[in-house]
Structures are given as C-alpha cells and as structure tokens.
C-alpha cells in the first residue's frame, strides 16, 4: 500500500491521516477501572487469591473470617491500580508537554507558528538549528548551498555522531522564496518503524519542475526526536505523523508493569 502526500496542500491529506497529536496513555478516565482490573486478573496468581477469597465467604467450607484474606487483596490491588495510574498520569503530562510545543511551519507561502499537535500530513515544517524534529520530513530546503544539513539521532539509534541528510535532486537550485510556495506530491509507502529504509518518490508540478518522478531514500529525509545540528535552517515535508512516525511505530503500547 502507498499513501500519497500533496505536498503545501492544506486539505487533501487532514482527512485522510492522523494530525501530529501523540499519545503514549494506556487508559481514559472511563476505561481505567475495568481495563486494570482485567490487567490485574490476567495474572495466574491474582485469579488464584480471588479464588481462594471467593471460598472463604463460604462459612461452610471455611472457618477463615473472609476479611483476612480480602482485606490484603484490596489493599495490593489499590496499590497497584495507584502506580499505574500515576504513571499514566506522566504520559500524559508528557505527551501534553509535546503536543503543545510551537513550531514553525509554512501555510500559503507565511511561517508562522503553530502547537506541534496540529502540524498535518504535507504541510512544510521549518526547522532551525539545534529545533527538535515534531514528525518525519522529507528534506526540500535548507541553509546550505549544497543542500546538506546535519542531525543528531541519539533519540533514535542511540548514537551521538552527527548523521548527513540532503534534499532531493529535484530540489536544487529552486529559489529560496520558492520553496515557500512549493507544490508536488510524495509517494510513500505506509507507516513502518524502520528507521534505516524509506522508499519513496518525489514529482513536484509545474512551474518548478515538468513532472520528473525523483527518488528518495532515507537520506533525504530526518525523522521526529531527531535535532537539527551546525544547520542554520532546513525545511521539509511531513509525511508521517502522531503515532504513525516511525519512532511512534516503534515505542507501540506501554505494557503493564
């Protein structure tokens, strides 16, 4: 499957994929009493206890007064839907403190600056030096003559060296106010988490290029929690976003402790 990414376009892609919102919560306020309970009594050990206090309401079976044994089982079971719950209220504050992070991007050739939760599918990300990434970019622009910019993708693979990434072919050489106004469409394929491989294709339409389809690998593009390095500037393309970046894709669903 491809996903198609018109790029500067403000319509064609908000409904068809996620915005940049991230969310790493296991629960809602609804769903987190019986979601943990079940969490909890899918253990071996918590169905045996449960069991074995059920027994003990019988007064036949067992002399044993039933608050013994409930007593401490409620009391483990507080305790643990308490530390799950303030860990997800953690998440939360987190992913709260992400999503609401201003960033630059570019609407109908202006910067301005928008809450990374609201960045969408082909919009233009402008990036500064030492800017966190909000989401996977392919590259259009940056600083350099060359085209190249440098990312530090600690956050990523775990190594301090700074990495090289350079804008398509097809972007050389359009002007600086040009690249504002940008239009094209990129040919992807669908949210993966591997962050060593993305096969692309870039076509951007006239004036800027007479439809040549243009290639792109993985170095053409920088990816969300990346940081842009000793690059004044560098622009790009959202084409994944939210949980659908391949970081997103890696991190999956917190598991229960």
């Known amino acids: 499957m491809?996903?198609?990414?018109?790029?500067?376009?403000?319509?064609?892609?908000?409904?068809?994929?996620c915005d940049n919102r991230i969310s790493n919560r296991k629960y809602t306020v609804l769903n987190f009493l019986p979601k943990n309970l079940w969490e909890q009594f899918s253990r071996f050990m918590n169905q045996y206890f449960l069991?074995?206090?059920?027994?003990?309401?019988?007064s036949l079976i067992t002399p044993v007064n039933?608050?013994?044994?409930?007593?401490?089982?409620?009391?483990?079971?507080?305790?643990?839907?308490?530390?799950?719950?303030?860990?997800?209220?953690?998440?939360?504050?987190?992913?709260?403190?992400?999503?609401?992070?201003?960033v630059w991007v570019v609407r109908q050739g202006i910067r301005k600056q928008i809450q990374a939760q609201d960045i969408h599918v082909g919009n233009i990300v402008w990036l500064?030096?030492?800017?966190?990434?909000?989401?996977?970019?392919?590259?259009?622009?940056?600083s350099d003559p060359q085209?190249?910019?440098?990312?530090?993708?600690?956050?990523?693979?775990?190594?301090?060296?700074?990495?090289?990434?350079?804008?398509?072919?097809?972007?050389?050489g359009i002007d600086f106010e040009l690249l504002h106004k940008i239009k094209g469409v990129i040919e992807c394929p669908n949210p993966d988490k591997d962050i060593t491989r993305f096969d692309a294709?870039?076509?951007?339409?006239?004036?800027?290029?007479?439809?040549d389809v243009c290639p792109l690998t993985i170095k053409n593009t920088?990816?969300?929690?990346?940081?842009l390095r000793n690059t004044e500037w560098a622009c790009g393309v959202a084409v994944y976003t939210g949980n659908e970046t391949k970081l997103g894709m890696s991190r999956g669903i917190p598991e229960p402790n």
Not at 51 to 58: F, G
Not at 80 to 94: P, T, V
Not at 128 to 142: F, H, M
Not at 222 to 227: E, F, G, V
């Open 128 to 142: 500064r030096e030492n800017d966190e990434v909000p989401c996977d970019l392919v590259l259009i622009g940056t």
């Open 147 to 172: 085209g190249l910019c440098y990312v530090e993708t600690a956050a990523l693979d775990g190594e301090t060296d700074l990495k090289t990434r350079v804008i398509p072919s097809a972007c050389m």
């Open 201 to 211: 294709n870039l076509r951007l339409f006239p004036p800027f290029i007479d439809n």
């Open 2 to 17: 491809k996903r198609y990414v018109y790029i500067n376009d403000n319509e064609s892609s908000h409904e068809l994929y």
């Open 222 to 227: 920088i990816l969300q929690s990346c940081y």
């Open 66 to 102: 039933p608050a013994s044994t409930w007593g401490p089982l409620i009391f483990i079971f507080a305790v643990s839907a308490s530390k799950e719950a303030w860990d997800d209220y953690n998440r939360y504050l987190s992913d709260k403190k992400a999503n609401e992070k201003l």
């Open 51 to 58: 069991l074995i206090a059920c027994l003990q309401l019988w």
